[in-house]
């Protein structure tokens, strides 16, 4: 009997608070002969839920926001002493988007309260003490142009706008309307690169804050719009476990930069380079492998709500191709307590299993009251969470 027919049987704020699990990865970057290599892959987070939005403080030193206490706080990861620390701990609070300063021993991050109220405050380095930078605009992502001029995603018509803001002159002026969240100083320019989402296909776009002049640059990889720089002018930019180049003075089209065969790496988000080129940093979702096996523990656990937690609010449980058999994690917690309950010998072991992009198909033998079943599975996976299941019978 397979788990979908025992079932059957016994049956928003912008920066979101429930963040799905990702971890960060730090790599060097080497080439040779021409071909570029990722090294001496490190989990620099290694922490149970949301850590992302990496960026450099210094070429030793990352700045990341990560989960603990059911809050999300500014850490730092020492690449010599290979430790996390924190910067932050605000009580009715959480950080995102940490970011060096320039010429100031001082981190901006955007303040999300549960209140409600989403600010861009500036924090000391040492000592975590924070103060506000912008009173009046709703910041989702930044980027600085120099100590003074802060570029920004800004909240407004329901949609992002890019705008510029000058912290010493208390100006605020948008240049575009429905952009990303992707923005970033160009290595040995007076520019910043952005995300246009005017069109149906994305642009890489520069702005000059100073003079307002806008270019386009390249269009993005479809549907992704997470980038960085190189030193040397390169863009890399993730989708999926691949990183794709392109250098706008010597390129005409993209090219892979590197294929990710690891698991572990399964769904590329932010990234962030040092200042000289030889480390990168990356968010991943944690694999839809490691997903569907924490799953499968708490099956065999009988734990009902670690059982849960793999699965997205809105599960839905088809049987094979397309028979929609129930909807809601809540709808799945009332036949599986039960479930769990009344099967005390209940084990689940894989025979078998296939794991492509975000689908993981388990052959499954079960034991249920003493008797034994074969199941299939395809479970599929998005955003950290387990949102689709399909049994085959």
Known sequence: MQKSVTFLILLNSFISLSQSDTEIYLFDISTKEG????????????????DSQPSFYKDSI????STRNKQTDIARYSIKDTQVTWISQTPGGSEYSPLKIPDQKSISAIR??????????????????????????????QTWFNKDILVSSVLENEGLSLVVSNIKEHTNKTFQNTIGR??????????????????????????????GEIQKIINTIPESEDMCWLIDGTILMGKGNNI????????????????????????????????????????????????VQKQLDAYNARNIDAFLDTYADTIKVFKY????????????????????????????KIKNRIVTGNKVIDEEFLTINGKHYYAVAIYEVENGKIAKVTFLE
């Open 182 to 211: 992707s923005l970033h100083k160009i290595p040995n320019s007076h520019l910043i690169s952005y995300i246009s989402k005017e069109n149906e296909q994305w642009e890489i776009k520069s702005l000059n804050p100073v003079t």
């Open 112 to 141: 999300l309260d549960t209140s409600g109220k989403q600010l861009v405050y500036k924090y000391e380095y040492k000592t975590g003490k924070s103060s506000v930078l912008i009173k009046d605009l709703v910041v989702g992502y």
């Open 244 to 291: 794709f180049k392109f250098n706008p003075k010597t390129d005409k089209k993209w090219s892979l930069f590197y294929s990710f065969l690891d698991k572990e790496i399964a769904n590329i988000s932010r990234m962030a380079t040092n200042q000289t080129g030889t480390l990168l940093a990356l968010v991943s979702d944690v694999s839809p492998e490691h997903i």
């Open 35 to 50: 071909v570029s290599e990722l090294t001496n892959q490190k989990n620099i987070s290694n922490n149970k839920g949301y």
């Open 62 to 65: 990352i700045l990341f926001s």
């Open 321 to 348: 191709p397309n028979q929609l058999q129930y909807q809601g994690k809540e709808n799945m917690r009332n036949g599986y307590a039960s479930f769990f309950e009344k099967t005390p010998d209940l084990n689940c």
